[in-house]
């Protein structure tokens, strides 16, 4: 079965950087675009962008261009999210989330990660 | 930007009753719309896709409608499991991003 597993939750100081990463298994990992999705503490999902791992080429939201690199490695089925100079706002819970989608995004998600959360705090 | 609207953002409700939420866009979507339900400290799951399409696994009571701009998640006799907040999401447009609804909670009446 599909399972994705992220790392532990951070703490990180205004202005740093964070770097998340999501192991997945039980599926060809080159085969699907893998997503980042944020939740803010008791807000709604935002979507931060992909990869397609099969390449690496990536889309990000404009809203974080400039702050996010998005990285996947083939060999250990794994993707990373960094986000740079990290605000008060950005503290939330950051979730991979696959694309069902066979060698092509079909834009919605059909497995996720358990969730890693940022706290961003001087 | 696809900015997508649901309503009610809360829905009180009691186990049986027959629910809908909606969902509208800003401009179209075609049929490019997928609904998840979140459950408190746990991530979301996939419900609906293509607007109307049932996820693997999904019970049946669970139906989704529209195209366009107007979208519809129906359940139609209310579970105790389904007490939850559900997201749509439109996968029409990546730019400026992939986009979410508010969320509609559902709770216990």
């Known amino acids: 079965q599909v399972e994705l597993v992220q790392s532990g939750a951070e703490v990180n100081k205004p202005g740093a950087a964070v770097k998340v990463s999501c192991q997945a298994s039980?599926?060809?990992?080159?085969?699907?675009?893998m997503n980042w999705v944020r939740q803010a503490p008791g807000q709604g999902l935002e979507w931060m962008g992909w990869?397609?791992?099969?390449?690496?080429?990536?889309t990000y939201a404009q809203k974080f261009e400039g702050r996010i690199t998005v990285t996947s490695d083939t060999s250990i089925n794994a993707v990373y999210l960094e986000l740079r100079n990290l605000r008060s706002d950005d503290t939330a819970v950051y979730y991979c989330?696959?694309?069902?989608?066979?060698?092509?995004?079909?834009?919605?998600?059909?497995?996720w990660g358990q969730g890693t959360w940022v706290t961003v705090s001087s | 930007d696809i900015h997508l609207t649901q309503s009610p953002s809360t829905l009180s409700a009691s186990v049986g009753d027959r629910v809908t939420i909606t969902c509208r866009a800003s401009?179209?979507?075609?049929?490019?719309l997928a609904w998840y339900q979140q459950k408190p400290g746990r991530a979301p799951n996939l419900l609906i896709y293509?607007?109307?399409t049932l996820h693997t696994g999904v019970p049946s009571r669970f139906s989704g409608s529209g195209s366009g701009t107007e979208f519809t998640l129906t359940i139609s006799s209310l579970q105790p499991d389904d007490f939850a907040t559900y997201y749509c999401?439109?996968?029409?447009?990546?730019?400026?991003?992939?986009?979410f609804g508010g969320g509609t909670r559902v709770e216990i009446k």
């Open positions: 989330a696959r694309d069902p989608g066979q060698l092509a995004a079909l834009s919605h998600f059909d497995a």
């Open positions: 039980g599926y060809n990992f080159s085969d699907h675009y």
């Open positions: 990869i397609n791992p099969n390449g690496g080429g990536t």
């Open positions: 401009q179209s979507v075609s049929k490019c």
């Open positions: 293509k607007a109307s």
């Open positions: 999401q439109q996968c029409e447009s990546f730019y400026p991003g992939l986009t």
